[in-house]
């Protein structure tokens, strides 16, 4: 009886391999391989030993450093709890950390005086990158303040030299809102998809990557589910009618898994849903520049953007009587953020002024009623 045929060995599928073809001295090409992550060669007759000591290496790699820190941030469960999109921000971030304090010792961290020629040296850098880019510089100082105080809440240092730091990047978007009547003209001319965002941000200020991506499974009925900005976990909060009227109707005619589909039935990209946001708002202006004249000051959609209206939001909140407690409730903000809104927007309008005097004069009113 003849046995089977006797198979090839099946090479070993290893990820992180990098294939390297040289030309040799006989004119023949030979192909070097490389551990991707550490750039250590491999032996291809022990492949499987010299990876796995490639990998080893790799695990060790940095111990007793600020690279160190960093992977215990990036392997964290608090890292894993971020939103994609958080964490898809968290990479190239750690990066450049690593690029330029990934060698910095541990050590430094644990005694005050070195701790705090490190912020010396971190805001020097901050300051640098800021002639180029203020808002870059401002992120990338925030991510290292990050994993330095989250090494220090777990007890791995002793000293966060950036509790605090000064942001270079100002933003000057506060007298940017979207009226109401603004808002509601271009929910009666834009496409269905963007109408329906922009009724989402307007009851919920929610972000354009969680609009993009919110599934029907975060509406029931009288609730949607929001993520907060302050834990990272989904909350549930009331729909407000206009926004239950809106879904409502929208899920009698619509299938799918997500709330907003493109034309063609598919998620929306970032760049094909800013594409469509700015071709609907350059259609209001076109509307209200015939209607309005070219002499008739007007807000125009040029000058704002899917941002502005988390700000918008809020702000009505605070004009109707809202505390920056209940506002924060609301849209699943820090106290703080929602004090923030408070205090740049209204005060910007005049709002908190005239809130002001109107009880002034109520107390007035009641005072002189009594006596």
Not at 22 to 43: E, M
Not at 138 to 162: G, M, Q, T, W, Y
Not at 289 to 314: I, M, S
Request: glycine content about 4%; charged content about 30%.
């Amino acid at each position: 009886m003849r046995g089977r045929p006797r198979l090839p060995n099946k090479p070993l599928k290893l990820k992180g391999i990098h294939r390297v073809k040289k030309r040799q001295a006989d004119g023949s090409i030979r192909v070097y391989l490389y551990h991707r992550a550490t750039g250590l060669p491999l032996d291809e007759n022990r492949l499987a030993e010299t990876y796995a000591d490639a990998e080893k290496k790799m695990r060790t790699k940095g111990e007793g450093t600020f690279l160190q820190l960093i992977r215990h941030f990036d392997q964290s469960a608090y890292f894993d709890g971020l939103s994609e999109e958080s964490r898809k921000q968290y990479i190239w971030k750690l990066k450049r950390l690593e690029a330029r304090w990934g060698t910095c010792p541990v050590a430094t961290f644990n005694d005050a005086d070195d701790a705090l020629e490190f912020r010396k040296d971190a805001l020097a850098w901050h300051n640098e990158l800021g002639k180029a880019s203020p808002r870059s510089a401002d992120n990338l100082v925030a991510a290292l303040a990050r994993v330095l105080s989250f090494a220090r809440e777990k007890a791995v240092i002793k000293f966060n030299p950036l509790d605090t730091f000064a942001r270079l990047y100002r933003s000057h978007r506060s007298d940017l809102t979207w009226p109401d009547e603004l808002q509601q003209q271009f929910i009666a001319n834009a496409r269905t998809a963007m109408a329906t965002a922009m009724i989402l941000v307007r009851n919920t200020a929610m972000r354009a990557s969680d609009v993009r991506r919110f599934p029907w499974t975060r509406y029931d009925g009288s609730r949607v589910q929001i993520r907060s900005t302050k834990t990272g976990k989904l909350l549930w909060i009331p729909a407000t009618r206009e926004l239950k009227s809106h879904l409502d109707a929208l899920k009698e005619t619509k299938a799918g898994a997500l709330v907003m589909l493109t034309p063609t039935g598919k998620a929306y990209t970032k760049r094909y849903f800013n594409e469509h946001w700015r071709e609907d708002c350059d259609k209001v202006d076109e509307i209200n520049a015939e209607a309005k004249g070219a002499d008739v000051e007007y807000v125009k959609t040029a000058n704002l953007n899917f941002h502005d209206n988390r700000g918008t939001a809020a702000t009505l909140l605070a004009e109707a009587g809202a505390t920056a407690p209940e506002i924060a409730e609301a849209m699943t903000w820090t106290v703080d953020k929602a004090q923030k809104v408070i205090d740049t927007y209204l005060a910007r309008r005049g709002v908190l002024a005239a809130n002001a005097i109107k009880k002034l004069e109520e107390y007035r009113d009641k005072t002189v009623g009594n006596t």
